[in-house]
Structures are given as structure tokens and as C-alpha cells.
Nanobody, 126 residues
Framework: QVHLVESGGGLVQPGGSLTLSCAGS????????VDWYRQAPGKQREWVAQ???????SYADSVKGRFSISRDRFTDTVYLQMNSLKPEDAAVYSC????????????????????WGEGTLVTVSS
């Protein structure tokens, strides 16, 4: 199994930067694709970015050019570097891990349901 713990949230002024971390437990975390999602009060959860097992990345249009996702294979941590933050970026940010299909036989503990962390709150306000 994989357990995810996010950290790094906090209060930042518009235009500021913040780096979120998603620490994954389990010796097979490297076989998982990891996404960041966010949910603002009263709004639906929104996909933000993904990094896959081959370190390919993708981003939502709303954050492209401002956010950067990365992963450290040695510490099993995925980062979300957020720059030029806007008030509309304020939300609870959560990471999600899903076993890459090419490794379906490598983690028999995976039930097919992605793992989620508890989330970390980002507030953007002056």
C-alpha cells in the first residue's frame, strides 16, 4: 500500500511562491503516477498537474507556466512548485497516486483505487 502525506501549504501574498510536498510511503511508490488536485470552497475538485513514472509532466491550462511538478525517486516525494500565485489558486491541494498500468503486476496490494492524501491548505491573500 501507499500512504501519502502533503505538506507545505500556508498563507502567501499574490505573486508569491510556495512549494508543496507529497511524501509517499511504501517501497513501490516509484511505480505510481502522481497527480496534484485542488479544491476551493464551494467548487469542484480540479486537476492541477501530473508526473508519471517516466517523469513526464502535464499541467492544467490554468497553472501552465506558473507551476512545476517534480519527483525525487530517492526520497519518494513529489513536489509542486507554485509561482506567481493568484487569489484564485487558493484551495486545499491534495496528491493522488495511481499505479502505472505498465506495472500492474508489480504491486499486488493495489486494489485499483488510487490513493489520496489528506491535503494541505493554500491561502493566497494580501
Amino acid at each position: 500500500q501507499v500512504h501519502l502525506v502533503e505538506s507545505g501549504g500556508g498563507l502567501v501574498q499574490p505573486g508569491g511562491s510556495l512549494t508543496l510536498s507529497c511524501a509517499g510511503s511504501g517501497d513501490r511508490f516509484g511505480l505510481y503516477n502522481v497527480d496534484w488536485y485542488r479544491q476551493a470552497p464551494g467548487k469542484q475538485r480540479e486537476w492541477v498537474a501530473q508526473i508519471n513514472v517516466e517523469f513526464d509532466t502535464s499541467y492544467a491550462d490554468s497553472v501552465k507556466g506558473r507551476f512545476s511538478i517534480s519527483r525525487d525517486r530517492f526520497t519518494d516525494t513529489v513536489y509542486l512548485q507554485m509561482n506567481s500565485l493568484k487569489p484564485e489558486d487558493a484551495a486545499v491541494y491534495s496528491c493522488r497516486a495511481e499505479l502505472d498500468a505498465s506495472f500492474a503486476d508489480y504491486d499486488p496490494t493495489y486494489s485499483g483505487v488510487p490513493y489520496w492524501g489528506e491535503g494541505t491548505l493554500v491561502t493566497v491573500s494580501s
